[in-house]
């Protein structure tokens, strides 16, 4: 019987958590096969057999922490550098591309009755022995016309152990930011490079001890998370990246009628909104095959949420979360943005920082979100900013306000702004239109309705009063407050917010001294109304306590110019300061 025990790890590495193991009793298991996967405190390693035969116990469970040393199984008709003074049993030849195990003093070998080994197989075991020089792994060719890159970030330092196939660095070339694999395998001795330093393909990275190499030093270097990439380009590749992991190309996940594209997506410029790796990333539970596999399929494993013990990332979850991108970015691909519409970038996962609550976005808060971003993103937007006295129209308001109580309604300083504003909009017409941007044309209203800003239990609404100017003020009062309540009571239909051509939204009620209002698409201008205050004011010589109301007007600057704009709003202003204005021009 041979034991297989815990061999060296590293550097200051005596321990480690069994994550996975590869062999169960009465497996075959050769030399350089990887039997266990074990988390230690800087990575998640996979550990090779340093023997050879048929698994009889074994000695850990998945979990356990491991010391060095610690024996691990025991083989039964087994070879093993370790082992050979232990057993005289034929020793079986290793596979080809199995990784060397660490050197190891040569030890004397027991006369044994069994045959002589075959020529080919004595010939290995024999280079096996001998002491190995130093391996250099160099910067391998990194794509057409890259001939060097900047140092993000190293993964390895002397003393670590490396495989093949596993990431070593981080470099950003004029393209993209890539992760190096290795294509060596064994303990690192000496690092040749350091963090910042520019590289040049062929230039020695570092030197391994022992080290083999089974394939051509050429990387096979991933390019930088999909999250990193924004716009179209973004959508295309986790859209790529997605169709990889299902195994599909991407003329068969595209629906018939889909044009396919014109180019690959990785001969189009990146951009990149962020340098990856240039911050620090703790190690992720998941195993080095399925980190692999992520990288094989361009996902970044940092986004994927594992749904193994303490969140450990399994390859199903990989497909899972690249399903996702691919649902995600066929939709993109398929519905390209509409002008003003811009990709929306992957939020991080909030968890990893504290605990969260997610909560569906339904109904009139996401049609709200959907409507704003839409307003935002089409229209470029201006804010001019006004005051005005209305310390008369004030006195005005009280005297008149039991009428429009006996009416039904309440004389709010909304329901005057109705009438000063439909007033402005009959002598500044260009603020009561829309701009039909495929037909190149101005769309002018000859019809004022005017919608007013509501917020309720369920977010903002707006209700549209129709023909504004043919209304006194009395009769927009009564209205708006039925308007009003209806949203409030949640009765009011989409016909009665629907129509607008101008917008008004009143903070007053809450606070503050000014706000930049968004305008309502397709209307091209919004009118924000703050609390009004009493401040002092110079007239006549002296200062004077007077009754201010701040306003301000956000208008479409497509059509309407900064000087148009700072006139409509003087215009209500002083309409506002002067309401006798509204019976001579309104």
Known sequence: MIEFKLPELGENIEQGDLVRLMVAPGATVSEGQSVMELETDKAVVEVPSSVTGTVQEIRVKEGDKIRVGQVIFTVENGTGAKAAVESTAKAAPPKPEATAPPARAPQPVPQSSAPPPSAPVQERQERRAQPQAATEFTLPELGENISQGDLVRLMIAPGARVSEGQPVMELETDKAVVEVPSSVSG???????KEGEKIKVGQVIFTLEGGTSTRPETARVRNAPVEHVSGQHG?????????????????????PDQPQPAAPIFSMPVQLGKVAGTEHRQPIPAAPHVRRFAREVGVDIYEVKGSGPGGRISEDDVKAYAKALLS????AVQAPPRAGHFAQPQLPDFAKWGKVERVSMRGVRRK????????WNTIPHVTQHDRADITELEQLRARFAPKAEEAGGKMTVTAIALKVCAAALKVFPQFNASIDIEKEEIVYKQYINIGVAADTDR??????????EKKNIVELAVE???LSKKARDKKITPEEMQGGTFTITNLGGIGGVGFTPIVNHPEVAILGLSRSRTEPEWINGKFEPRLILPLSLSYDHRLIDGADAARFLRWIAEAFEQPFLLSVQG
């Open 459 to 468: 977010g903002l609404l707006v209700p549209v009063i129709r023909d504004v």
């Open 235 to 255: 959508a295309r590749l986790a859209f790529q990246a997605a169709i990889r992991a299902e195994g599909k190309t991407e003329e068969q996940a595209l629906p």
């Open 480 to 482: 708006l407050s039925q």
């Open 328 to 331: 995600a970015a066929a939709t």
């Open 368 to 375: 709200t979100a959907e409507h704003l971003a839409e307003s």
């Open 187 to 193: 303990v690192v001795k000496d690092v040749k490079v």
